[in-house]
């Protein structure tokens, strides 16, 4: 730290309160331009700066999506919203990197990985929600150093009906995760149905939606009559802040003719949050 010499008239009145109390003048000088190096903060991104550690973590989204997928009203396949970590910056100046972890804060316990064998960690989230997930590395001398970051992991159930005459009701889960930061903000859903083109006698039909909360009280509905062979109509709705549950879209098909008449089903449901994840932390692009 460079010296100096201060040199102020004494007839000054802010400066004669002062000088009747020169240590405290003293310790305003060193706090105002003593080095702020080593101290604990946060970088932004939930590092703490402290101790050997340099950890480095590349993440490309924040956001996900866990994809469900139906086949008349029955799911088939379910896969989680997958985060990746990049690790392989991480260095300590005390020696080797020995673990990269991950607390996902689901409930679930943290995850680790051999720094030894791999650098990148992958996450899947099987609920949905908001969460604030802390990602670790520890060196072979017990160092460790963390940072967290905010995730968001949404929800899309695709239900496929394909030529039924009475469409299966489809459910869907607004519950989030018990750990979420938050609820769902929105509930949006696409529902297509097709009056599938019959070679003979085409008939016309009449399509209902009616979308149920978890207590079975409808929130909204839509009718279509008139829908002839070969058309097909479509529901978009969107609801705000709806109550968590398992909530349920029934689909009902009237033929005023009296006879079977085949529809294609198509149903998206997706439950979305705030996007209050974290930015993303891609690796920088090489230099030429």
Request: some cysteine; proline content about 7%.
């Amino acid at each position: 730290m460079v010296g100096f010499i201060l040199h102020v008239p004494l007839r000054h009145p802010m400066v004669n309160k002062l000088t009747k109390k020169p240590f405290l003048l003293g310790v305003v000088a060193v706090l105002l331009f003593a080095p702020l190096s080593g101290c604990l903060g946060d970088d932004g991104n939930g590092e703490e700066n402290e101790g050997p550690i340099d950890l480095v973590v590349y993440y490309e989204n924040t956001f996900a999506t866990i994809e469900e997928i139906h086949n008349n009203g029955q799911m088939i396949s379910r896969d989680g919203a997958e985060f990746s970590f990049d690790f392989r910056e991480t260095r300590s100046d005390d020696g080797d990197i020995v673990t990269f972890s991950f607390d996902p804060g689901d409930g679930t316990d943290p995850v680790s990985i051999d720094a030894a064998e791999e650098s990148i960690l992958i996450y899947e989230y099987l609920s949905h929600g908001i969460f604030t997930g802390v990602l670790s590395a520890e060196d072979e001398d017990n160092n460790t150093a963390s940072m967290k970051v905010t995730l968001r992991a949404e929800y899309h159930l695709s239900d496929t009906q394909p030529e039924t005459f009475e469409p299966d009701d489809t459910s869907f889960d607004l519950t989030p995760d018990d750990d979420s930061l938050e609820l769902p903000a929105q509930m949006r859903l696409i529902s297509t149905v097709d009056n599938t083109n019959t070679a003979i006698f085409g008939d016309a039909v009449t399509v209902t939606w009616s979308l149920k909360d978890s207590s079975g009280t409808e929130i909204a509905s839509k009718t279509e009559p008139g829908v002839q062979d070969g058309q097909s109509v479509t529901w978009e709705h969107q609801q705000v802040i709806p109550d968590p549950g398992m909530w349920t879209l029934e689909i009902t098909i009237e033929v005023p003719s009296g006879n079977d008449e085949a529809v294609d089903v198509q149903s998206d449901l997706w439950t979305l949050y705030e996007e209050d994840e974290s930015d993303p932390n891609p690796e920088p692009p090489i230099s030429p």
